[in-house]
T-cell receptor, first 113, second 115 residues
């Protein structure tokens, strides 16, 4: 039972354009969502998060949108840079279990110069 | 400083060996986590320590034994592992407290190969 899904295994974008990574969830108890970025041979790096009481959170080039009714969130990166090329994981928490995170399968983002 | 360190970076062990993975953070975080990540899969939670007490064990086999000697250190003792336990083992920490549990900082991981 995959409660957090990232249906696109990979995404290829031109430098300077917008990257949009998508994530769907099924557990209505999830109330906090995060995006992590992972380079090869490194651990995941926290990128941005959003609480279920908000529908948008912005941090520099990164914006996360949350649509609770659709159980969908997305990460927008604009403008995309070659250094953004990495695996992006969506994660969710229900706020009751010491921060237990349920991760999606990840999306490999490649930004071409 | 948002660094979580893990040693060793790589470990090869036989099924009869006993080894330990170590994790350290100096951010004053009170929650520490062990995750397991298989190739092309997302990280999966194994254990959570909160204020040095084991708070969550995700039904992990007893051949994995966690230990939290103090608030900065987290160990994972390994004994009689199986080849299918080969994976990247990630340690993470968070502040621990309302609104802060979820923002976790990860170490680089230990890549374990069980022969």
């Amino acid at each position: 039972d995959q409660q957090v899904k990232q249906n696109s295994p990979s995404l290829s974008v031109q430098e300077g354009r917008i990257s949009i990574l998508n994530c769907d969830y099924t557990n209505s108890m999830f109330d906090y969502f995060l995006w992590y970025k992972k380079y090869p041979a490194e651990g995941p790096t926290f990128l941005i998060s959003i609480s279920s009481i908000k529908d948008k959170n912005e941090d520099g080039r990164f914006t996360v949108f949350l649509n609770k009714s659709a159980k969908h969130l997305s990460l927008h990166i604009v403008p995309s840079q070659p250094g953004d090329s990495a695996v992006y994981f969506c994660a969710a928490s229900d706020g009751t279990s010491y921060g237990k995170l349920t991760f999606g399968q990840g999306t490999i983002l490649t930004v071409h110069p | 400083d948002t660094e979580v360190t893990q040693t060793p970076k790589h470990l090869v062990m036989g099924m009869t060996n006993k080894k330990s993975l170590k994790c350290e953070q100096h951010m004053g975080h009170r929650a520490m986590y062990w995750y397991k990540q298989k190739a092309k899969k997302p990280p999966e939670l194994m254990f959570v320590y909160s204020y040095e007490k084991l708070s969550i064990n995700e039904s992990v086999p007893s051949r994995f034994s966690p230990e939290c000697p103090n608030s900065s250190l987290l160990n994972l003792h390994l004994h009689a592992l199986q080849p299918e336990d080969s994976a990247l083992y990630l340690c993470a920490s968070s502040q621990g407290g309302q609104g802060t549990w979820e923002t976790q900082y990860f170490g680089p991981g230990t890549r374990l190969l069980v022969l």
